[in-house]
């Protein structure tokens, strides 16, 4: 964002008037209301603009394979304002791994979402009151995690019971159904 001489000067009667507090004029209480507003604005609008940028990802993600340089300059655009790819990116670009950009592109989004994962377990342990520990380790569900090196320990089979389970029908015997009574010609005549 980029600010005009003029904006610039209004920011700065603020900020010494935040250091060293003093009535301020009737003009600078404008001027800094105006500023305010443009900046709220500017911010709306790039919210908004973010927001148009993201939903032509996931269309361009969706039709995919036929919008393959589409969706790599959308995708170039989203990582460049700040956008952490999902999982839903990174399929994507493993299954069009065998075009050279989307390699390319594959490579810088995998850290990328790596670290995002890992501040959001960070934020979640830090709100839970876990151990810092648990942050710091390595995630095993990513590829090059633990848990492709280490082969996990098969679970003992249960200890057979001495009683046999018994079966549904065995405990729940079946319903029989009433007997229907007879027609009414057969009571008459009997």
Request: charged content about 30%.
């Amino acid at each position: 964002m980029a600010f005009s001489a003029d904006e610039l000067r209004v920011l700065r009667r603020a900020l010494a008037n935040a250091l060293h507090p003093a009535p301020l004029p009737d003009e600078d209480v404008r001027d800094a209301l105006r500023l305010a507003d443009s900046l709220d604005e500017a911010v709306r609008e790039a919210s908004r603009m973010r927001a148009f940028l993201l939903a032509d990802l996931v269309r361009y993600r969706e039709s995919l394979p036929g919008s393959l340089t589409g969706y790599l300059e959308r995708l170039e655009e989203a990582l460049a304002g700040g956008y952490d790819p999902g999982a839903d990116d990174l399929a994507a670009l493993r299954a069009l791994r065998a075009d050279p950009a989307a390699a390319r592109l594959l490579d810088r989004c995998q850290p990328l979402a790596e670290r995002s994962v890992r501040s959001r377990l960070a934020r979640v342990s830090q709100a839970t009151g876990s151990t810092p520990a648990a942050s710091r380790a390595r995630l095993l569900a990513l590829p090059g995690g633990r848990a492709a090196q280490e082969p996990r320990p098969k679970q003992p089979a249960p200890a057979p019971s001495e009683r046999p389970v018994p079966k549904p029908s065995e405990v729940f015997p079946p319903r029989r159904r009433p007997v229907p009574p007879p027609p009414p010609e057969e009571r008459a005549a009997g």
